[in-house]
T-cell receptor, first 108, second 115 residues
Framework: KNEVEQSPQNLTAQEGEFITINCSYS?????LHWLQQHPGGGIVSLFM???GKKKHGRLIATINIQEKHSSLHITASHPRDSAVYIC??????????FGTGTRLTIIP | NAGVMQNPRHLVRRRGQEARLRCSPM?????VYWYRQLPEEGLKFMVY????????ESGMPKERFSAEFPKEGPSILRIQQVVRGDSAAYFC?????????????FGAGSRLTVL
């Protein structure tokens, strides 16, 4: 069965802390997406990766194909990073399967 | 270069009415996806379309829901005879090619409330 699990469900941290959000999936994938959903509801695509590591500003995404695991890191976290972060997997087709999301709150 | 445009942003319908949600993909994108987010729940795939073709509708409820992406104009998600359980945010996304190899661009969503 194609499943995606995220942890933690909720994460509260102080401004400036290094943040890690984890995503595990059940079987082989063709790609993994990291999304950010703002408090207002809009969704922004952060990364799409199938191997290795990608970096954009203070955000870093890594994936380990053998361990079926991906992480999203945020360096020097800021209150504006507060959002729900969602990982989603392509299990060889176009039907993305989504994790339940991690609600991140950064306290000034 | 406008992103993915969805309208209406908010739609209120009474039970039994029809809801039509529209999505114009990003310029140059030929792949369109619809997702539903029920209150306090995660996103769920509904349907994947390319121009004039439904490629995968395995996430669509069997009745009352339909989608199209005509040769000209936006993609439309149509819900007939709406019920309270249809109240949700409906997101459209588009990509240049397969979502297995391309980043998705999401619209702002259409929030349907059924009274």
């Amino acid at each position: 069965k194609n499943e995606v699990e995220q942890s933690p469900q909720n994460l509260t941290a102080q401004e400036g802390e290094f943040i890690t959000i984890n995503c595990s999936y059940s079987v082989g994938i063709s790609a993994l997406h990291w999304l950010q959903q703002h408090p207002g509801g809009g969704i922004v695509s952060l990364f799409m990766l199938s191997s290795g590591k990608k970096k954009h500003g203070r955000l870093i995404a890594t994936i380990n194909i053998q361990e079926k695991h991906s992480s999203l890191h945020i360096t020097a976290s800021h209150p504006r990073d507060s959002a729900v972060y969602i990982c989603a997997a392509n299990f060889g087709n176009e039907k993305l399967t989504f994790g339940t999301g991690t609600r991140l709150t950064i306290i000034p | 270069n406008a992103g993915v445009m969805q309208n209406p942003r908010h739609l209120v319908r009474r039970r039994g009415q029809e809801a039509r949600l529209r999505c114009s993909p990003m310029k140059g994108h030929s792949h369109v996806y619809w997702y539903r987010q029920l209150p306090e729940e995660g996103l769920k795939f509904m349907v994947y379309l390319q121009k004039e073709n439904i490629i995968d509708e395995s996430g669509m409820p069997k009745e009352r829901f339909s989608a199209e992406f005509p040769k000209e104009g936006p993609s439309i998600l149509r819900i007939q005879q709406v019920v309270r359980g249809d109240s949700a945010a409906y997101f459209c996304a588009s990509s240049r090619g397969s979502s297995g190899a391309n980043v998705l661009t999401f619209g702002a969503g259409s929030r349907l409330t059924v009274l």
